[in-house]
């Protein structure tokens, strides 16, 4: 098996068989590269500053991990941004979307309590417990939470992303990308991206059902429907 593998991976010999292997590599980034870019194109036009993005009802929150029980780095910055939105009043409503499959692992629930103590009201943070990834959560907050325009809220290097997969099912959304210093931390997110775009390619062509669908919840409009009215 081994001198098979070998064999396998021995550059050719002749010139021109090394021309071909060239050029193999060359056809197989560029494919890895496409389903990227065309995220990337399918997002860049709705990025925008907290200063400049347009008012809307709800900001949507992504989940970035845990650290013993309390937000990531990255998570905790996320929601800074998000509580300085509500703050400035260009939205009303906050859902908190993550992972929450185990009772010793719940983020969305770790979120709203950073949220609360950082000056946002309790009743204006909605939870999410089944945003296993990008797609669910953007599918989900459509079909469970009927959020149809929202401001999304997440890292520079995965916000087009999220953009196009929330366009995708169907929310109007602009985004938020927080800045950050590019680390080891930033450099990882970025290469992720990159084989996180296969995936967000056939969920923006498939569309599939999120892991957990369940049933409508009226969070969302509730909180909505008990918030002062955006400033014009």
Not at 1 to 28: D, E, F, I, S
Not at 64 to 93: E, F, I, M, N, T
Not at 154 to 160: D, L, M, N, T, V
Not at 188 to 214: H, I, M, N, Q, S
Request: with cysteine.
């Amino acid at each position: 098996m081994r001198a098979r593998l070998r064999a396998w991976l021995r550059l050719p010999k002749t010139r021109r068989g090394r021309r071909r292997a060239l050029r193999l590599a060359v056809a197989v980034a560029v494919l890895a590269l496409l389903p990227a870019t065309w995220v990337r194109l399918a997002g860049d036009a709705r990025v925008r500053t907290e200063a400049d993005v347009p008012a809307e009802p709800v900001a949507v929150v992504f989940g970035a991990g845990l650290w013993q029980g309390v937000p990531s780095p990255y998570l905790a910055h996320r929601l800074d941004a998000a509580a300085r939105l509500y703050a400035a009043g260009k939205v009303r409503v906050l859902l908190v979307t993550g992972d929450n499959s185990r009772t010793s692992y719940d983020e969305p629930g770790a979120m709203r309590t950073y949220l609360t103590a950082h000056g946002v009201p309790r009743e204006r943070i909605v939870v999410d417990d089944a945003g296993f990834d990008t797609w669910d959560s953007c599918s989900r907050a459509h079909r469970i939470f009927g959020v149809d325009r929202a401001v999304l809220v997440s890292q520079g290097f995965h916000i087009r992303r999220a953009l196009a997969l929330c366009g995708a099912a169907g929310i109007d959304a602009y985004g938020v990308g927080v800045d950050e210093k590019h680390d080891l931390t930033w450099l990882a997110g970025g290469a992720r991206e990159v084989l996180a775009a296969g995936k967000a390619a056939l969920d923006l062509t498939v569309k599939p059902d999120p892991r957990f669908l369940g049933p409508h919840e009226p969070g969302v409009a509730r909180a909505l429907a008990a918030a002062p009215a955006a400033p014009r």
